[in-house]
Nanobody, 116 residues
Framework: QVQLVESGGGLVQAGGSLRVSCAAS????????MGWYRQAPGKEREFVAA????????SYADSVKGRFTISRDNAKNTVYLQMNNLKPEDTAVYYC?????????WGQGTQVTVSS
């Protein structure tokens, strides 16, 4: 069993920065892909960014391109999301998702609130 634990969320003013982390524990961790998703109140969960674990290729939603950066630390089994130039519309619960073979794992989420 794999556990994903997010941390680093909080309250920040518009234009500010935050970095959220997702640490994996449990069985030998060898995902094919790790991703960040977010869900704002009253809205569906949406894709934010993803990184392929072995090669490091990345993918971003258009709404965050140029502002957010996803990265990983293989040795620490941790994936990060650096968020710069935050906007009020980035306010949401941010979830980490891991894909290992046919299995998908989600973290519990971390709240990010951007004030105007």
């Amino acid at each position: 069993q794999v556990q994903l634990v997010e941390s680093g969320g909080g309250l920040v003013q518009a234009g500010g920065s935050l970095r959220v982390s997702c640490a994996a524990s449990g069985r030998t961790f060898s995902p094919s892909r790790m991703g960040w998703y977010r869900q704002a109140p009253g809205k569906e969960r949406e894709f934010v960014a993803a990184i392929w674990w072995s090669g490091g290729s990345t993918s971003y939603a258009d709404s965050v391109k140029g502002r957010f950066t996803i990265s990983r630390d293989n040795a620490k089994n941790t994936v990060y999301l650096q968020m710069n130039n935050l906007k009020p519309e980035d306010t949401a619960v941010y979830y980490c998702k891991g894909t290992i073979g046919a299995m998908t794992y989600w973290g519990q989420g971390t709240q990010v609130t951007v004030s105007s």
